[in-house]
C-alpha cells in the first residue's frame, strides 16, 4: 500500500516510536514528504521531513494536497504521569481533531497504535477478539480512540484502517519501562512483588515497524491486531535473561504485595511534600504484580513471521549500544 503513496504523515513522530517508524519511511524512495505532527522537532535530519509543531489537542489546519497515509501515534501513555482528563484531552479528543484532519483532506488509509491496556490485567490470555475492560484513565482514552476511528471506517468503505494494540515496547531510545528495569537489575535493587510469574507482553521496537510495514503490503482489511511476542514472558524470565547476557546477579528478593503497595503510596505523599525524591509509585507497584498478558493471534493468522525473540532482541539492542547499557 505504501507504494502508492507520496507522501506520510506521522503524528508524534518526534516520540521513542515516531522515530523509528519515520526512519524506516524514510528509506522508501516513492515517499517525498513526511510530516512530522508533534510537539517537539523530530531528531532526524532529513530533507524529507517537515515539521509541524503543534498538539494534536488542538484542530490540524495543515492541507494536503497529494494521497497520503496517516500513521497516529501522538498519545500520552506515561503512567503514572498524568491526571486521568489529561489521558482523554490527547488520547481521545487528540484523536478526534486526526480524524477531522484526515476528512478534510480526503485521508483514507490510517494506522493507529492502541494499547493493550485496553484489556483488565489478568494471567488470562487476551486474543482480540476477547472482551475489552480498560481500568486506567490511559486504557479508557485509548478505547475511546479505537472506537471513534472505527466509526471513521464505517463511515465510507474505501477507507483503511489498522489498529494496533501493542504491549511493552522497547528498544534503543526507550526511556520507559525496560531502561528503569535495567537499571534496577544493574545495581542489584530489584525487588519482586508478591510474586515472579507475573506475566509481562513485551515486544521489540524493531519488530513493530517490521509489522507496520507488513501491514501496508497486506489486502487484508482486518482492523484490531495485537502486538506482542508469541511466547510467554514472565518477570523472572525477563530479568534472568537480562542478568545472564550483561552477567547481573539475578534478583531473589521478594516482599509481599499488600506492604509494597501501602509503602509506594508512603513514598508518593514525601515526594509531593518535597521530603523525599522517588520514583516508587503505587502504579508501578501494581504493574509488577498484575500481568497483562496479550497474544498475537491476528498477526499470525494473517502470516507474520516474527523476526526476534526476547533474547534475539535483548541482544541486537545490547549491541546497538556497544554492549554496556540498555538506553
Not at 503524528?11 to 519511511?25: A, C, D, K, M
Not at 489478568?122 to 484513565?137: F, M, Q
Not at 465510507?156 to 528495569?181: A, C, E, M, Q, T
Amino acid at each position: 500500500m505504501l507504494s502508492k503513496f507520496s507522501t506520510a504523515i506521522v503524528t508524534g513522530g518526534s516520540g521513542f516510536i515516531g522515530t523509528h517508524l519515520i526512519n524506516r519511511i524514510i528509506q522508501k524512495k516513492n515517499i517525498e514528504i513526511i510530516y512530522n505532527i508533534d510537539l517537539l522537532p523530530s531528531k532526524i535530519d532529513n530533507k524529507k521531513i517537515i515539521n509541524i509543531i503543534q498538539n494534536i489537542r488542538n484542530p490540524i489546519e495543515l492541507e494536503i494536497d497529494k494521497p497520503a497515509v496517516l500513521f497516529h501515534l501522538a498519545a500520552l501513555s506515561k503512567e503514572p504521569g498524568f491526571k486521568d482528563k489529561e489521558y482523554f484531552n490527547t488520547n481521545y479528543f487528540g484523536t478526534l481533531n486526526v480524524i477531522k484532519f484526515a476528512e478534510n483532506n480526503f485521508i483514507n488509509n490510517i494506522i493507529f497504535t492502541s494499547t493493550m491496556m485496553v484489556y483488565y490485567p489478568s494471567d488470562t490470555r487476551k486474543i482480540e477478539s476477547d472482551h475489552v475492560r480498560p481500568y486506567t484513565a490511559y486504557g479508557q482514552s485509548k478505547l475511546f480512540a479505537e472506537k471513534a476511528l472505527i466509526a471513521w471506517k464505517d463511515r465510507n468503505h474505501s477507507r483503511y484502517l489498522s489498529i494496533i494494540r501493542p504491549s511493552v515496547v522497547f528498544g534503543k531510545g526507550d526511556v520507559g519501562n525496560y531502561p528503569r528495569l535495567f537499571r534496577l537489575l544493574k545495581a542489584n535493587r530489584f525487588v519482586y512483588v508478591g510474586r515472579k510469574s507475573t506475566i509481562k507482553s513485551s515486544v521489540y521496537i524493531h519488530e513493530l515497524i517490521n509489522f507496520i510495514f507488513f501491514l501496508l503490503k497486506q489486502a487484508d482489511n482486518r482492523v484490531l491486531y495485537n502486538f506482542s511476542f508469541p511466547e510467554k514472558l514472565t518477570i523472572e524470565k525477563i530479568n534472568n535473561t537480562i542478568c545472564d547476557l550483561f552477567n547481573f546477579k539475578k534478583p531473589n528478593l521478594m516482599l509481599p504485595y499488600g506492604i509494597l503497595f501501602v509503602l509506594a503510596n508512603i513514598f508518593e505523599w514525601l515526594n509531593y511534600f518535597g521530603m523525599l525524591k522517588s520514583e516508587i509509585h503505587h502504579r508501578r507497584i501494581q504493574k509488577l504484580f498484575f500481568s497483562t498478558n496479550i497474544f498475537p493471534k491476528a498477526i499470525l493468522d494473517n502470516g507474520y513471521k516474527f523476526n526476534y525473540d526476547f533474547k534475539s532482541s535483548i541482544i541486537h539492542w545490547k549491541n546497538s549500544c556497544d554492549g554496556q547499557d540498555l538506553n
